[in-house]
């Protein structure tokens, strides 16, 4: 078991362009969760998945961004025409839902910094 | 809606000391609650978890945590810290995880 893996680790880009953060959960987890994370502050939740079905989204995940899990694995966080405001830290997560208490497991995160 | 506090937001404190983090929450249903650890440059570990059943629980690193129904409250407690437990540690609600702001502590030898 290797645990949650996310890559890049460390993004840094201009205002305006896009980037995308891939995110593999552990394998036998049906469910995977993104969070936003700023400073001083406790993860936000973003949005997740259950197998590939995206069953719910924050407020906080505007219509610049998206998420896939195309085949129930491994998921893509895409952020388009980036701003200021976007620089976080990007963290996944993910659970077996059929676990008497469900518990999830994080990710070490993708920090982002949008110049 | 749900929401979590924390009490403190940084607690500095001596090897030995006993350690207590507060931790209220604000949610209606059936309540899962969690508190998450984050050591220096690593990622989130889960440090205790209550869902049911005895409503003090122990965790790893000897951690415990109480679950007060009637005070809203998941209070995170370590008899006797060490240096090792310099960490930010959050409090966390529910499935779909609503964290506090999390308590910076800071272990001095």
């Known amino acids: 078991d290797t645990g949650v893996s996310q890559d890049p680790r460390h993004k840094i880009t201009k205002r305006g362009q896009n980037v995308t953060f891939r995110c593999d959960p552990i394998?036998?987890?049906?469910?995977l969760y993104w969070y936003r994370q700023t400073l001083g502050q406790g993860p936000e939740f973003l949005t997740y998945?259950?197998?590939?079905?995206?069953?719910?989204k924050s407020r906080l995940l505007s219509d610049r961004f998206s998420a896939e899990r195309p085949k129930g694995s491994f998921s893509t966080l895409e952020i388009q025409r980036t701003e200021q405001g976007d620089s976080a830290m990007y963290l996944c997560?993910?659970?077996?839902?059929?676990?008497?208490?469900?518990?999830?497991?994080f990710g070490p995160g993708t920090r982002l910094l949008v110049l | 809606a749900q929401s979590v506090s924390q009490h403190n937001h940084h607690v500095i404190l001596s090897e030995a000391a006993s350690l207590e983090l507060g931790c209220n929450y604000s949610?209606?249903?059936?309540?899962?609650l969690f508190w998450y650890v984050q050591y220096p440059g690593q990622h989130l570990q889960l440090l205790l978890k209550?869902?049911?059943?005895?409503?003090l629980v122990k965790g790893i690193k000897g951690f415990e945590a109480e679950f007060i129904k009637s005070k809203f409250s998941f209070n995170l407690r370590k008899p006797s810290v060490q240096w090792s437990d310099t960490a930010e540690y959050f409090c966390?609600?529910?499935?779909?995880?609503?964290f506090g702001a999390g308590t910076q502590v800071v272990v001095t030898p």
């Open positions: 209550y869902f049911s059943g005895d409503p």
């Open positions: 997560a993910s659970s077996y839902s059929g676990q008497a208490g469900e518990t999830q497991y």
């Open positions: 394998s036998e987890h049906n469910r």
């Open positions: 966390a609600v529910r499935g779909k995880l609503q």
């Open positions: 949610y209606g249903g059936t309540v899962n």
């Open positions: 998945f259950q197998n590939e079905a995206q069953l719910e």
